[in-house]
């Protein structure tokens, strides 16, 4: 299982939704809060690119050297069609400065000193403390998640079916026997998870874990063949 601090790290290093939210700007609109580009600094401070005239680039500027508080909101939203779609979220909040000079002309980068984190997503809810979340790796299967797993459900839908199969007694004779009904929803370097629905629209997610966790998708391929061929058994 990874950490929540692996979790809190994948999903700020993801391509996922994300909106900085500042004391008094509640008024903004949402889009001119929505950082241009994130990255995470050796020491775990978070680097966000946003137009030169965001409301939160201004607020950070006038602050100087009084302490502006900020937290950046990710919402992780499955990248193929499922019910319940959002599967999770994440906070990091810290104080907000401005880093002249590190963009390009017409934005600015702020840097958001990690002071706390929290993720609630389809492992349970958690807090991350900084020196956790600055030693934390993200997923090594974070590019290419969303491709993935629209490539499993469009192209390898009988064989997802199929892994219903292991679930032995604790699919309790639940597992649907049509395809729309099993929708690939997470991928990581531990495993795969499924969401199944049934007829009644009543959903459950299925966890299957690889032999070991990959480092690429090289061995992804393989730890996916290992799991269908057990199913085929």
Known sequence: MPSAAERTRTLVQS???????????????????????????????????????????????????DE??????ITDVAPVSVP?????????????TTVPGMSGPGRMTLRLETGEAYVDDLWGAEEVEPEEFRDAAPDPLIEYEAELLQHLHAAHGEQLATLC???????????PDHQPSVVPLAL??????LRLCEDQGRCYDARFEFPA?????????HAMHTLFEAAAL
Request: aromatic residues 2%; proline residues 7%.
């Open 68 to 73: 502006l508080t900020a937290v950046l909101e």
């Open 15 to 65: 391509t996922c939704s994300a909106v900085l939210l500042v004391p008094g700007l509640n008024t903004a609109a949402p889009d001119q809060l929505m950082p241009l580009t994130r990255s995470v600094g050796p020491d775990g401070d978070l680097f966000l690119e946003l137009p030169a005239d965001s409301p939160a680039v201004r607020a950070a500027t006038h602050a100087e050297d």
């Open 188 to 193: 990581d370097r531990h495993g795969l998870r």
């Open 84 to 96: 319940h779609r959002i599967r999770g979220r994440t906070w990091v909040s810290g104080r907000l």
């Open 165 to 175: 199969g292991l679930l032995g007694g604790r699919a309790d004779g639940r597992c």
């Open 213 to 221: 966790p990959v480092r690429d998708v090289t061995e992804l391929r």
